[in-house]
Nanobody, 121 residues
Framework: QVQLLESGGGLGQPGGSLRLPCAAS????????MGWYRQAPGKQRELVAV???????NYADSVKGRFTISRDNAKNTVYLQTSSLRPEDTAVYYC???????????????WGQGTQVTVSS
């Protein structure tokens, strides 16, 4: 089975930064896309940033220029570097691995448990 372990959440100050790592573990040969989504109270889960194994990225307009996604394919780990945090960035941040392959089979998509990010002074 594949598990995603997120960390790095917590309290951030407006204008500050946090770094969110997410590591995938299990019998993994490759992961097509890894990335981050978030869900604020009373709102739907939304894409924050994703990156393919080839390095293509996609960001939500609301985080462009403030957040940076990076990835270590050898470690099956994705990172979200946040900066210039705003109170509206407060949400539970979820890591997602899409197109996980193992042993010649495509296992599908997996989600992490989520990590809370609160931006407040």
């Amino acid at each position: 089975q594949v598990q995603l372990l997120e960390s790095g959440g917590g309290l951030g100050q407006p204008g500050g930064s946090l770094r969110l790592p997410c590591a995938a573990s299990g019998s993994i040969f490759s992961i097509n896309t890894m990335g981050w989504y978030r869900q604020a109270p009373g709102k739907q889960r939304e894409l924050v940033a994703v990156m393919t194994s080839g390095g293509r990225t996609n960001y939500a307009d609301s985080v462009k220029g403030r957040f940076t996604i990076s990835r270590d394919n050898a470690k099956n780990t994705v990172y979200l570097q946040t900066s210039s945090l705003r109170p509206e960035d407060t949400a539970v941040y979820y890591c997602k691995a899409e197109g996980v392959e193992s042993g010649g089979f495509t296992l599908g998509d997996f989600w992490g448990q989520g990590t809370q990010v609160t931006v407040s002074s």
